[in-house]
C-alpha cells in the first residue's frame, strides 16, 4: 500500500521550499516533480524574464543534486556539451566531462543551436550516458533535463526536430507573473536573489518514491482510456504528426505519479485528462491549411477528449 503520508510530507516541503523563491508558476513546479518521479525530462517553452532558469536552479537545491546551465548557441559542438578526451604526446588521453554531467542539467534555449548539436542530447535523455570516442559514461543519478525553447520562426532558430521533441517526458508554458504575483517577486527580491534553498529530499527517497509509483494500478479501462485517445489524435483530419507510442507511456507514467501525489493508488480519468496536454500537446505538428484556420494542437486534444468515452471505474 501507498505511504500517502510519507509521499504528502515530501511533496508538500518540495513544493513549499520551490515557492520560496519562486512566486507562482504552480503547474510548472507540479510538472518537474512528476517528471522527477517519473524519471523523464522537461520542455519549458516561454518568454525571456520568466523566471525559467531561477526553478530549474531552484528545483535541483530542492532535491539536493548538482545544477549545471548550458545556453546554447548556433556555433555550439556536441562535444561541448558532452565533453571531450585530450591527448598528451606520451599517447595518453584525459577524459574532460562536459556540463551534461549534473543531476539538473538546463538546456537553455534549446532551439538556438543547429540540430546536430541538439541531438547530442538524445542518447542521454534516453540512456542516461553519453558515449564519446567508442566509450560510453554514465550520467549522475538522478538525471533530469530542463530544456527551454525560445518563440519558433525567431533570428537564429532551428526548430526541434520530432525525434528530439519526443523524448520529453512533459512539456510546459511559462507565462508572464500576475500583476499580483509581480508585486510579491518585487517586495521579496533580496531573498529570491540570494535564496538559502534546502534540501528537501535525498537521493534515496527519490528512488522510494519512483518504486511507490510502480505499484500504483492504472486498471485495463485506463489503458484503453488513454491509448484511445492517442489513436484518435493519430486520425484526426488536422494532424500532421502524431504522437508516438511515447505519449501513451508519458500519460501512463505520469497519471501513476499524480495519483501517488493525490494519495491514491489508483489512477483515475482524470488524472490522464488533467496531463493528456503536458504529456502529448508538444508531440503533435498541426497541418498547414488548419494551421491557417488557427487550429492549435490544444484545440485537438480538447475535442478529441470530448469524442472518447470516460470509462467508469469500480472502486
Known amino acids: 500500500m501507498v505511504n500517502s503520508e510519507m509521499v504528502a510530507d515530501l511533496y508538500h516541503k518540495m513544493l513549499a521550499e520551490l515557492s520560496r523563491v519562486v512566486i507562482g508558476k504552480d503547474e510548472i513546479k507540479e510538472t518537474l516533480i512528476l517528471a522527477l518521479i517519473a524519471g523523464g525530462h522537461v520542455l519549458i517553452e516561454g518568454l525571456p524574464g520568466t523566471a525559467k532558469t531561477k526553478l530549474a536552479k531552484t528545483f535541483a537545491g530542492v532535491i539536493g543534486g548538482e545544477f549545471k546551465r548550458i545556453q546554447l548557441t548556433p556555433d555550439m559542438l556536441p562535444a561541448d556539451i558532452t565533453g571531450f578526451y585530450i591527448y598528451s604526446s606520451d599517447g595518453n588521453s584525459r577524459f574532460v566531462a562536459g556540463p551534461l554531467f549534473a543531476n539538473i542539467v538546463l538546456a ?18 534516453e540512456e542516461s550516458q553519453v558515449t564519446i570516442e567508442r566509450e560510453t559514461h554514465q550520467l549522475p543519478q538522478p538525471f533530469m533535463v530542463i530544456a527551454t525553447q525560445v518563440e519558433l520562426g525567431g533570428e537564429g532558430t532551428y526548430p526541434l526536430t520530432n525525434v528530439q521533441v519526443d523524448r520529453f517526458l512533459l512539456r510546459s508554458a511559462s507565462e508572464y507573473a500576475s500583476k499580483e504575483e509581480d508585486k510579491q517577486i518585487i517586495s521579496n527580491i533580496d531573498n529570491i536573489d540570494e535564496p538559502d534553498i ?21 486498471s485495463p479501462d485506463i489503458v484503453e482510456y488513454t491509448t484511445t485517445i492517442i489513436h484518435s489524435l493519430r486520425s484526426d483530419p488536422d494532424t500532421l504528426v502524431a504522437p508516438s507510442t511515447r505519449a501513451g507511456i508519458s500519460l501512463f507514467k505520469c497519471s501513476r505519479v499524480l495519483a501517488l501525489l493525490d494519495g491514491r493508488d489508483f489512477v483515475i480519468p482524470d488524472d490522464i485528462k488533467h496531463l493528456v496536454l503536458r504529456t502529448t500537446g508538444h508531440r503533435i505538428r498541426v497541418k498547414p491549411e488548419a494551421e491557417m484556420d488557427d487550429i492549435t494542437p490544444a484545440m485537438i486534444l480538447e475535442r478529441t477528449l470530448e469524442q472518447v468515452p470516460i470509462p467508469k471505474l469500480e472502486i
Open 108 to 125: 537553455d534555449e534549446l532551439n538556438r543551436t543547429t540540430p546536430r548539436t541538439q541531438s547530442a542530447l538524445l542518447e542521454a535523455m
Open 198 to 218: 534546502k534540501r528537501v529530499i535525498s537521493p534515496d527517497e527519490i528512488k522510494e518514491l519512483r518504486k511507490m509509483a510502480k505499484q500504483v494500478v492504472v
